[in-house]
């Protein structure tokens, strides 16, 4: 069993898609082991984006990160970091495949509905940023 971190970014929880979202991740084996709702400041969007610090977007993603709240989640199953990933698309919803998150949520590149973990070691880091062990059940 294999854990990844999940985020349904401002501009899905604003459409109020959160549900369809989480249907798509529990339809396709991944199960909820913890969940929370919250508002990031300026300073845990930096630091939870740090590895693109030096790239042109890193100011535009942190505004867009702070813009409103998100759910976070731990998702759990067999490959949940690959699952996890097939199941939203490419970054870009123009090129994600018809049936994924991205595709049928995502407004744009920066807009882009969810965040997913890219591979086991980030997934670990990822969830310890937001949730302490006794949140994951």
């Known amino acids: 069993m294999e854990q990844t971190l999940s985020i349904i970014k401002p501009d899905a929880v604003k459409k109020n898609i959160v549900g369809k979202i989480i249907d798509r991740f529990e339809n396709n084996g991944l199960r909820i082991a913890a969940a929370k709702k919250l508002q990031l400041s300026v300073q845990d969007a930096q630091n939870f984006y740090a590895i693109h610090k030096d790239r042109p977007f890193f100011k535009d ?11 976070a989640m ?22 994600a ?5 991205r595709a049928d ?16 070691e980030n997934a670990k880091n990822e969830i310890a940023f937001f949730f302490s062990h006794r949140e994951i059940c």
Do not use: Q
């Not at 993603?61 to 759910?71: A, D, E, K, N, R």
């Not at 731990?74 to 090129?95: C, F, H, I, S, Y």
């Open 97 to 101: 495949k018809h049936g994924t998150i």
């Open 61 to 71: 993603l942190v505004t867009f990160m702070v813009s409103g709240p998100i759910v």
């Open 105 to 120: 949520f995502a407004e744009s590149i920066d807009a882009n509905a969810v965040h997913g973990s890219d591979s086991l």
């Open 74 to 95: 731990v998702l759990e199953g067999e490959n949940a970091v690959l699952k996890n990933r097939d199941l939203m698309g490419a970054t870009n919803p123009k090129e």
